[in-house]
Structures are given as C-alpha cells and as structure tokens.
C-alpha cells in the first residue's frame, strides 16, 4: 500500500516562510511527477506547482517567484518551500504522485491526506 504523507503546515503571518514536505511509502515501483494542489474554503482545487522526475518544474502564475518546488528522488520526498505568503495562499495542501506499484506495474494518481497552511495579515 502506498502512503503520501504530508508535513510542515501552520500559521504564519504575511511576509513569512514555511517549508512543506511530502514523503512517499510502502512498496512501488517508481515515483513520477510530483506536485502540490491547494483547495482554499468555498473554492476548487487547484494546482500549485509540478516538478517531473527528471527535475522539471511548472507553477501557477499566482505563485511564481514565492514558491519553490524540489524533490529529493533517493528519499522519494517532494517540498514546497513557500516565500513571501500572503492571507491568500492560505489553504490546505494535498501531496500529489504519479506512481507505479509493484503488483501490476498500473500508474496510479495518489494523493495525501492534506495539511492547512494559515497566513494572517
């Protein structure tokens, strides 16, 4: 069974910084895309940032410049290292995976639990 586990959330005042971490577990084959979503109170879930296994990334435009997406492949871990937050980005943050299981070499879309990041002004 494959987890992806969020962490690094909280509250934080306009201007700070936070760090989010995703690490992926259990028995699989390969991690592919790794990406972040947020879905803030009332609104859609959208895509935050993306970064391919070869290191390639993309970012909504509303966080370009703020927002840095990396992953460590050897830990199976991706990051978010958020600057410069404004009440805006306040929302909570899914872990997203394209991973191919053991079993049946099948390509799955997973998703983490979600961890809410606050920023007040």
Known sequence: QVQLVESGGGLVQAGGSL???CAVSGRFFSVNAMGWYRQAPGEQRELVA???SGGSTDYAE???DRFTISRDNAKNTVYLQMNSLKPE???V???NARIVITTTYA???CWGKGTLVTVSS
């Open 19 to 21: 760090r989010l971490s």
């Open 50 to 52: 993306v970064i391919t």
């Open 62 to 64: 509303s966080v370009k």
């Open 89 to 91: 980005d306040t929302a």
């Open 93 to 95: 943050y899914y872990c």
């Open 107 to 109: 390509d799955l879309n």
